[in-house]
């Protein structure tokens, strides 16, 4: 078990990992809650369709309670609201000298450290694009960034290990001595998916609309401000520089930014974020609660004012509790919250 790669959350991120290392070699286990899915997983295989690449591999997965041993790598790839029940599940099973690689949307890394150690916890910044469609069946949508890093800024043989094994998914896969840098980047990004879930456009249609560029300045604006409060200095992506939000940047840095992002997503396969997938088609609750809502909390403490993340999060859970529909009314009162 020493080699084993466990990956606890086989989904649209855990399970394209695991796929592309099991096709690699790699002893990958599954770790999955979705009895059909782990079954697929183990029988006839997770299968990685779309315009990147297509190809069927069978992986060996469990549920949690099916898992027995202790393993040195776990990669965490669960939902961030899952989180929190994941961890004590998955912490007998970490070897005296295991590490958990986050590999999830949000600051998960802050929960992680606090259950298992900051010393056994890996930060990674995923930005590819995947959505999981049925058991077995995963979506591969486009690529982009993948950056591993140590939270406390160093590199080690375990870090370089990590950073070996996701170059296998993606060639251009970075190390980095600055994690929180890129994902506090991916934070400033990530508020905005929220909103363009609001409605039923696609992203490239949310952020080619000159009409809802305030929106997006103000969420960029917020979080790059508590991410530079908290002494972390945002990283971007592709051409995507978060730090064109930043205090008395010229907006016109700004627009370019999310000009950036309308052409990114362009391309993509995958045409609506996770979130609005969550909310359209799987009828469940999104990561806000988890993933966008922690940025709110840390700018509290921090005297910061967000009312524009404060409503992206009250209106995406209008959505999850029926109370409001996705709808250009509903963005509307995004707009209006925006000072």
């Not at 070996?164 to 990004?189: C, H, N, Q, V």
Request: aromatic share 8%.
């Amino acid at each position: 078990m020493a080699d084993t790669i466990v990956i606890w959350g086989a989904g649209a991120i855990g399970g394209t990992l695991g796929a592309y290392w099991a096709r690699a070699g790699h002893d990958v286990l599954l770790v999955d809650t979705v009895r059909e899915h782990v079954e697929a997983c183990r029988t006839t295989g997770v299968t990685i369709f779309g315009p990147i690449e297509e190809f069927t591999v069978v992986i060996p997965a469990v549920t949690p309670e099916e898992l027995t041993g202790t393993y040195r790598r776990i990669v965490l790839a669960v939902k961030a609201q899952a989180t929190k029940a994941a961890l004590p599940m998955l912490a007998p099973h970490l070897a005296p000298d295991g590490f958990v690689l986050s590999a999830q949307n949000g600051l998960n890394e802050i929960e992680i450290a606090e259950a298992v150690g900051a010393g056994r916890t890996m930060g990674c910044f995923v930005n590819f694009s995947a959505d999981w469609h049925a058991p077995g069946r995963i979506l591969f949508g486009g690529r982009s960034a993948v950056v591993v890093g140590e939270i406390d800024g160093t590199v080690r043989d375990r870090t370089r290990e990590m950073h070996d094994l996701l170059r296998i998914f993606e060639p251009d896969a970075i190390l980095t001595d600055d994690i929180w840098g890129y994902l506090w980047g991916k934070m400033s990004y990530g508020a905005m998916l929220f909103a363009t879930a609001l409605n039923h456009d696609s992203m490239t249609s949310n952020f080619a609309d000159p009409s809802r560029f305030p929106a997006w300045l103000a969420l960029g604006r917020e979080v790059v401000a508590v991410a530079l409060a908290r002494g972390v200095t945002p990283r971007g992506f592709g051409q995507y520089d978060p730090m064109a939000f930043a205090p008395g940047r010229d907006v016109a840095e700004a627009h370019r930014a999310v000009d950036w992002l309308r052409d990114f997503n362009a391309p993509n396969a995958k045409t609506h974020s996770g979130i609005w997938r969550d909310l359209a088609v799987r009828k469940r609750k999104t990561e806000a609660g988890a993933q966008l809502n922690i940025v709110p909390r840390l700018a509290a403490e921090l005297g910061i004012p967000t009312p524009a993340l404060n409503a992206v999060g009250r209106l995406i859970a209008d959505i999850e509790e029926g109370r409001r529909e996705q709808s250009a009314e509903t963005f509307g009162e995004l707009m209006k919250a925006i000072p």
